[in-house]
């Protein structure tokens, strides 16, 4: 029998950590309180704005966000992205969800400090025990999940295609995916590969 609840248990927590928001899927944890750097608490509901909210899983170290010598990082579009969303009336929220980090480089104190070194404009919030990323099913940081005005899903995946060095051209998948949303369009393009480092999460909790 313990054997048995013990099996159930590894299922589900498994089945957590696997699972992933799909395109047409409400959020949850919509009025849940979480810290910001900012000096104060958001919800997902509190950012969102007429149209809707962006949020973008990400932290202070992975060179996909903070870039290296071959690769610009994609942190640097983040307060141009905020302008954008902010002038077609959507939210923006970026999540750090390394809780394997939160003693060290992904502190609340080095979150801090690096959202005052890059002058983010958006909120940038601590996801204790990565549960908003488990809901969302992020895997990577930077991950984009799109929300539309009913917080319904409707992209998510990679900010543009630049990672991808063999590219013929850039392919903007986030702007092209707002500017449908705020335009009331359906998205043509509603799911990407997302492209990062794998967001450090505590499995043994």
């Keep these: 029998m313990k054997k048995l609840s ?10 957590s950590l696997n ?7 409400k959020a949850s944890m919509l009025d849940d309180q979480l810290q910001s750097t900012k ?6 509901n ?11 899983f990400s932290c202070n170290t992975c060179p996909f966000v903070v870039g290296t010598e071959d690769f610009p990082g994609w942190e640097r579009q983040y307060n141009a992205l905020y302008d ?3 002038s077609l009336q959507i939210g923006m929220l970026l999540v750090n969800s390394n809780e394997a980090k939160r003693q060290g480089a992904d502190s ?3 979150m801090f400090k690096h959202s ?6 958006m909120a940038y919030i601590v996801d204790v025990n990565s549960t908003m990323a488990n809901i969302f099913g992020a895997k990577t940081t930077p991950h984009v999940f799109l929300l539309n005005a009913e917080m319904e899903l409707v992209y998510m995946g990679s900010i543009d295609n630049i990672w991808d060095k063999e590219r013929k051209e850039d392919i903007p998948y986030l702007k ?3 500017k449908e949303l705020a335009s009331h369009k359906k998205i043509k393009t509603s799911t990407t590969s997302p492209k990062g480092c794998g967001i450090k999460r505590i499995t043994n909790k």
């Design 6 to 15: 013990f099996l159930l248990l590894f299922l589900v927590c498994t089945a």
């Design 84 to 86: 954008l969303v902010d």
């Design 19 to 25: 699972a992933q928001m799909k395109i047409g899927n």
């Design 108 to 110: 609340y104190d080095e």
């Design 39 to 44: 000096g104060e608490t958001t919800s997902l």
């Design 46 to 56: 509190d950012s969102k704005k007429e149209n809707g909210l962006l949020v973008i």
């Design 176 to 178: 092209t995916a707002l």
């Design 116 to 121: 005052e070194e890059q002058q983010y404009k």
